[in-house]
């Protein structure tokens, strides 16, 4: 196991620093002048080549790479071009937002999404399975920021059962799960989706297996062969697409915080790219990274639990 971490933390080394450079490239290639955007347009010319030498925009982007790469090495992501704030700052205080958003999401998509699919599994053919079925097709298909936007005005607009913006008042829980249940329901309907079409898939396939049937021969419940037989060894796929899932939930979030005016990384990244604050472009994207990253190396350590005859070398 140690030697499965030892790999796998080597090889996020490579993956973060291309992030890296994609990154760096992209938010410098793109129209626009984070100088211009701070300073207004009514700056002058001197008031702009000064700003911009201050700044370190002035020097060539390989240099400016070297820059980053070394603040990087000392856990330093730099300051806000537009605020001025350390850029790990304004992380800190808008990744638990975040976290929260996609924990929420998380668990609408397993809690709906894993009991739809072993439903659909055990019941082929049936109106549960169709109806899982057009479910997870409408899931999938629908944009999430069309889904958001029908759910605020129904829920929020009309009914006032939910907030329509914000993230509920600081350091009051139950105003904080409120606000939390629309924008969690918006980014966990694609999930649902995934994981019931997924789980579907693997029961049928496990459910036809000899020793499921052996099980049935002798005696066992049909609960116990679905939930103790079936389910446990069809869990690896579904494992594997929920990890996945939390990755495609953090960039969800983007638009979802947005659509909710939540105060998270999303909407911190689209303040940032609009105003083309590199730092925190640049910062928000790497965190993203390393969390999606982690995440990956917790679902294969959950494989080895899962399932002891996997071997890692």
Sequence with gaps: MRGLLAARLAATVPTVLGVIIVVFLVVH???GDPVIAMLGDSATAEQVEETRRLLGLDAPLPVQFARVIARYVRLDLGRSIITRRPVIGEIRSRFPHTLWLAAG???????????????????????VDLSSLVLSTAGIAAPVFWIGLLLSLLFATRLGWFPTIGAG????????LHALVLPSVTLGLSGIALIARMTR?????????????TARAKGATERAVVF?????????????IIGLNVGYLLGGAVLVETVFA????????VDAILSRD???VQGVTLTVAISFVAVNLVTDLVYGWLDPRIQYQ
Excluded at 169 to 176: A, K
């Design 105 to 127: 999401a998380m668990l609408v998509s397993v809690a709906v999404g894993l009991p739809l699919g072993v439903l659909a599994a055990t019941r082929r053919g049936s109106l």
């Design 169 to 176: 008042r600081v350091g009051d829980l139950g105003s904080m």
């Design 201 to 213: 898939s693997c029961m049928l396939e496990v459910l036809r297996e000899d020793y499921v049937r």
């Design 262 to 269: 939540r105060p998270g990384l999303g909407k911190l990244l």
């Design 29 to 31: 290639f793109i129209p």
């Design 278 to 280: 590199y730092p925190v």
């Design 228 to 240: 103790r037989h079936a389910l446990k060894n069809a869990a690896i796929p579904i494992v594997t």
